[in-house]
């Protein structure tokens, strides 16, 4: 069964840090395209970065652009959103997804997503 598991939520205060993981059981991020996504109450899913199979191209929204990081282990079949200077607006159920060839801000143009994990900012 093909699978992506976010992990890494919580917590934190405005200023902090947290780094999310996107783990896949049952096939091999290598040769997939990850995005992150967030939905905060009440609005639309949206994209927040993605990095490229290789991992050598990556973007972010400019919301977050700065102060978001994202990267990915091959080894351990792992993707990471590290988030510094966590604000308040930030707080958002995060997902990551999986997709084919390239980056997307289309939420349709994922094959495989996980289940999310909350990020709440507030002090």
């Known amino acids: 069964q093909l699978q992506l598991v976010e992990s890494g939520g919580g917590l934190v205060q405005p200023g902090g840090s947290l780094r999310l993981s996107c783990t896949a059981s049952?096939?091999?991020?290598?040769?997939?395209?990850i995005g992150w996504f967030r939905q905060a109450p009440g609005k639309e899913r949206e994209g927040v970065s993605c990095?490229?199979?290789?991992?050598?191209?990556?973007n972010y929204a400019d919301s977050v652009k700065g102060r978001f990081t994202v990267s990915r282990d091959s080894a351990k079949n792992t993707v990471y959103l590290q988030m510094n200077a966590l604000k308040p607006e930030d707080t958002a159920v995060y997902y990551c997804?999986?997709?084919?060839?390239?980056?997307?801000?289309?939420?349709?143009?994922?094959?495989?997503w996980g289940q999310g994990t909350q990020v709440t900012v507030s002090s």
């Open positions: 990095i490229s199979n290789s991992g050598f191209s990556t």
């Open positions: 049952g096939f091999t991020l290598d040769y997939y395209v």
């Open positions: 997804a999986a997709r084919r060839y390239l980056c997307s801000a289309y939420i349709g143009q994922y094959d495989y």
